[in-house]
């Protein structure tokens, strides 16, 4: 298994640019997330879905859009980049939203800069 | 409001100096508080979950104990691989798998 894969690794934007952040997993697992890190702040949640077709937003979820078609696929939408943006993107999986023990597996990271 | 402060921020040790880390927790019902390493430009590695005061669980150099007001992760005896930054997250009982993070303990190790 790969588990949780996420491309690009590095990316470089212009303000307005809009692009996708990939994410993948290959475990099966019902529920996945968008966390973003900035320094000095711990990972803050920005979409989540529980399953194929469900999705809602997390605690910092404006300028993103997020989408869920398939149980693999998690893709992060920025519609209109700006500087604030700047950030290390994490997708992240775990079996399912709904059961007690059930850590989440993170991926390698997507670090975005807005220029 | 739910709320994870971990301290100190950074930590610098010498091989085989033992410490512990804090982390202190807000939260309504907890379900679970998670600990993970994160190295340099990697995502954060699973470590332990804690479910209840009292409980303590343990790998290697590591062991995680927990309190109704904050977790302490122990390392004994660490060595420079040990390097990390420390994360530690609660998930309340608000719903779903959502997890509330600290900013992380800055962990040097030198030999």
């Known amino acids: 298994n790969a588990g949780v894969t996420q491309t690009p690794k590095f990316q470089v934007l212009k303000t307005g640019q809009s692009m996708t952040l990939q994410c993948a997993q290959d475990?099966?697992?019902?529920?996945m997330s968008w966390y973003r890190q900035d320094p000095g702040m711990g990972l803050r949640l920005i979409h989540y879905?529980?399953?194929?077709?469900?999705?809602d937003q997390g605690e910092v979820p404006n300028g993103y859009n997020v989408s869920r078609s398939t149980t693999e696929d998690f893709p992060l939408r920025l519609l209109s980049a700006a500087p604030s943006q700047t950030s290390v993107y994490f997708c992240?999986?775990?079996?399912?939203?709904?059961?007690?023990?059930?850590?989440?597996?993170f991926g390698p990271g997507t670090r975005l800069t807005v220029l | 409001e739910d709320q994870v402060t971990q301290s100190p921020e950074a930590l610098r040790l010498q091989e085989g100096e033992s410490s512990s880390l804090n982390c202190s927790y807000t939260v309504s019902g907890l379900r679970g508080l998670f600990w993970y390493r994160q190295d340099p430009g990697k995502g954060p590695e699973f470590l332990f979950t804690l479910y209840s005061a009292g409980e303590e669980k343990e790998k290697e150099r590591l062991k995680a104990t927990l309190t109704k007001k904050e977790s302490f992760l122990h390392i004994t005896a660490p060595k420079p691989e040990d390097s990390a930054t420390y994360l530690c997250?609660?998930?309340?009982?608000?719903?779903?798998?959502?997890?509330?993070f600290g900013a992380g303990t800055r962990l040097a190790v030198h030999p």
């Open positions: 997250a609660v998930r309340s009982s608000g719903g779903y798998n959502k997890l509330i």
């Open positions: 879905s529980v399953g194929a077709g469900i999705t």
């Open positions: 992240a999986s775990s079996l399912t939203g709904y059961e007690v023990y059930n850590e989440q597996f």
């Open positions: 475990m099966n697992h019902e529920y």
